[in-house]
């Protein structure tokens, strides 16, 4: 049986080591502290389809590292609230916030977004969740939280980077869920859950492409430093995150597993 390794608290821990930003930047080329399949192109288009502004005020469900919220509240002026499960993500978010001066528009909270969230109704103009909407339980009282504490009209985006579009194997599903708690959605599984939560303008695009692409890269950063990273990674969690990476190659490559954007409206 594949055991689970560790990809989060290490990396958000050691976020600011020369080690680990040297993979980010190898990784992602810009590097704006993210740990998912994000490349900084692809969240300024996703800002756009938000309508950010700095009259807008954002909730960013898995808020990670902060290093992707400090970048969107510093490309479209907003405030930003964060919450994430995580407590070191938090910590070097607040970290952050403040070395960039935005402590004035940034929150960071610790929380469990599979629970019910911690804000009144109507308090966001945009929901957002990148890759990681995946490690919360109950989709569907997740997404109707997140049409809870919109306002009206408010918009939300998130991408699910594990939507089942081909034939798995067990191992394959062990090893790709190594890291943590999954879900795994079958196609039009998302659409019908956002409609029963009350969206509306449903739309959805694929992007797999960007986590075939990074996940190869990131694979090659760190089998690159492999010496290095096993002074400061267990020998177990260093080997688990490289099949990890591998196989989330594998599988977005041959289209397997498929990442895909959702944007919908309150």
Request: proline residues 2%; glycine residues 8%; hydrophobic residues 35%.
């Amino acid at each position: 049986m594949t055991s689970k390794v560790k990809l989060y608290p290490g990396t958000y821990k050691n976020y600011a080591d020369e080690i680990y930003k040297a993979i980010r930047h190898e990784t992602f080329g810009e590097d704006i502290g993210q740990n998912s399949w994000l490349t900084a192109d692809e969240y300024r288009e996703m800002f756009s389809l938000l309508g950010l502004t700095g009259k807008s005020e954002v909730l960013e469900i898995a808020s990670g590292s902060g290093g992707p919220a400090v970048f969107m509240v510093k490309e479209t002026g907003c405030s930003l609230t964060g919450l994430e499960y995580d407590k070191n993500g938090v910590d070097n978010s607040l970290k952050l916030a403040e070395a960039n001066g935005l402590t004035g528009k940034t929150k960071f909270l610790h929380g469990d977004a599979s629970e019910k969230l911690p804000f009144e109704d109507d308090s966001f103009d945009a929901v957002c969740t990148i890759d990681a909407i995946n490690h919360l339980k109950n989709r569907e009282n997740v997404l109707k939280e997140f049409y809870r504490v919109l306002k009206s009209g408010g918009r939300l985006l998130y991408t699910d980077p594990i939507v089942v579009s081909g034939i798995l194997t067990n191992e394959e599903i062990a090893v790709r869920s190594s890291i943590g708690y999954f879900l795994f959605t079958p196609l039009g599984e998302n659409e019908k859950l956002l409609s029963a939560a009350g969206f509306k303008d449903i739309r959805s695009n694929d992007v797999t492409e960007n986590m075939s692409s990074v996940s190869l890269k990131w694979y090659n950063a760190r089998e690159k430093r492999k010496v290095d990273l096993l002074k400061i990674e267990e020998e177990d969690n260093y080997n688990g995150l490289q099949k990890f990476f591998k196989i989330v190659h594998t599988l977005s490559s041959e289209k397997r597993l498929s990442r895909i954007m959702f944007y919908a409206v309150k």
